[in-house]
């Protein structure tokens, strides 16, 4: 009899905790001034999986970069924790010279002379042909849905199997004489026209702009410069710059080869190996989980969608493999579309049911204490100076686009109880600020409320 009373009263207490919980979150939306139904909220004990709280959680929905959490974890999944990015050089029967791109989103054209140096130094100075094996992700540079006036974002460069030099480049530009024309000038040289309607003034505000429809090789740059500043643009034909790199290359190294170089993939023997250039995925772990980077996801997912397919690499592929990866896991992807890797794309639609469900099977899994310091704490990566108020307690991915905030992760309360959650906002008329304001409200009443 005892045991039936503390049962009954544990309830009870739960079920009054669990209301003043949902009733703190009504309260906190309803002060927000953001409409409810742009709104969707889920959150889940890790424990048990039990749904604490929900709004609108199987409503389809834009999750911005918060889609990397589920995409890159899948592609790491499939790669395997020890996997490495590899570029390399090397040298068939006939004294030919085959370059093997790994899409390795870290290699950088110093590392690209690099190879070429260890070919001089084995005396391989005059091939006889030289070939590139470019097939580990298909000829798709740019995502299903990306806005085209998004061209010039440093933050969106175009990814394939020639990244280099993070596909960007560097545009610098000094000041000169007051109200007379700034100086511009590049790092490196690419074949690129600059309208310069740029001026030394009291301030450094400067705008570049590109019109792509007339020519993409023209930059326009306004506005004025007070001190020298960089800008980081992206390049707009990797395969292009990739190219100008590597004949920098031979030149430097003094590799006598003048030719041209075609596509082809690397024999499968009569190989020997001259130089590999390997970065490892733990890199790309912090790169994307951390600080959100677009290209490495993107180049991420689609190399796990080559492995798991036996293929090159697509956006296609990629999704497969996410399908399959989910169908292991017990998890429904009915509900949910996916056509990029890193949710720069609101053609992805996500379910917040669908996401706390993904965390809670991933905090189960063997390697989930050291994955879980991958997620951004209080203060660091693309939670810089937010929520400060949990301090170690959380763990989350981030997702900003125009109109729509989210976040998802792992929240320990004060009852010591883990839970998942996400929280996507999705609405035009509130601002970035609020809906962030929002997302920490929510967040307090589940840390201090269950």
């Not at 004489?177 to 450094?204: C, D, H, R, W």
């Amino acid at each position: 009899m005892r045991k039936i009373i503390l049962t009954i009263l544990l309830l009870i207490v739960t079920t009054f905790t669990g209301q003043a919980f949902g009733n703190t979150i009504n309260k906190a939306i309803a002060d927000s001034g953001i409409n409810k139904s742009a709104i969707s909220i889920s959150i889940k004990d890790v424990s048990t999986g039990a749904t604490v709280y929900e709004l609108n959680s199987k409503t389809p929905t834009p999750p911005a970069s918060t889609l990397k959490l589920v995409t890159f974890t899948s592609a790491l999944n499939t790669l395997g924790k020890n996997y490495e990015f590899t570029t390399g050089l090397y040298k068939g029967l006939n004294n030919e010279l085959y370059l093997k791109l790994g899409a390795d989103p870290y290699l950088t054209a110093k590392e690209l002379n690099k190879l070429f140096e260890s070919a001089r130094l084995k005396n391989i100075i005059e091939p006889k042909a030289i070939y590139i094996d470019d097939m580990i992700l298909d000829t798709n540079e740019w995502g299903e849905g990306w806005q085209w006036d998004d061209d010039l974002n440093p933050l969106m460069p175009k990814f394939s199997s020639y990244n280099i030099d993070s596909n960007l480049l560097d545009v610098v530009i000094s000041p000169t004489t007051l109200n007379e024309p700034a100086q511009i000038s590049m790092k490196v040289f690419y074949p690129t026209t600059f309208m310069n309607y740029a001026t030394t003034g009291n301030e450094n505000n400067i705008k570049l702009s590109r019109k792509n429809y007339i020519s993409p090789d023209i930059i326009t740059v306004e506005g004025t410069v007070k001190s020298q500043i960089t800008k980081k643009i992206p390049v707009n034909y990797p395969k292009r710059y990739f190219g100008m790199r590597l004949e920098n290359a031979l030149r430097s190294e003094k590799i006598d080869y003048y030719d041209a170089i075609a596509q082809r993939r690397v024999p499968t023997r009569d190989i020997t190996t001259i130089e590999e250039i390997k970065h490892p995925i733990s890199q790309a772990q912090t790169a994307v989980l951390k600080n959100s980077n677009n290209m490495i996801a993107e180049t991420v997912f689609k190399l796990a969608g080559g492995k798991y397919t036996g293929s090159t690499g697509s956006i296609e592929n990629a999704v497969q493999m996410f399908n399959a990866y989910c169908k292991n896991n017990g998890l429904n992807t009915s509900d949910i579309k996916i056509v990029d890797g890193s949710g720069v794309s609101k053609n992805n639609l996500m379910t917040s049911d669908f996401m706390t469900g993904f965390l809670v099977k991933l905090a189960a899994t063997n390697d989930f204490a050291e994955y879980k310091t991958s997620l951004p704490t209080s203060n660091e990566g693309t939670l810089a100076n937010r929520m400060l108020y949990f301090k170690d307690n959380l763990r989350a991915k981030t997702g900003t686009l125009a109109d729509i905030s989210a976040i998802t992760g792992y929240l320990t309360a004060k009852s010591g109880k883990t839970y998942a959650f996400n929280i996507m906002i999705n609405d035009a008329k509130s601002k970035a600020s609020d809906k962030k304001m929002l997302e920490e409200y929510i967040l307090r009443a589940l840390y201090n409320n269950y």
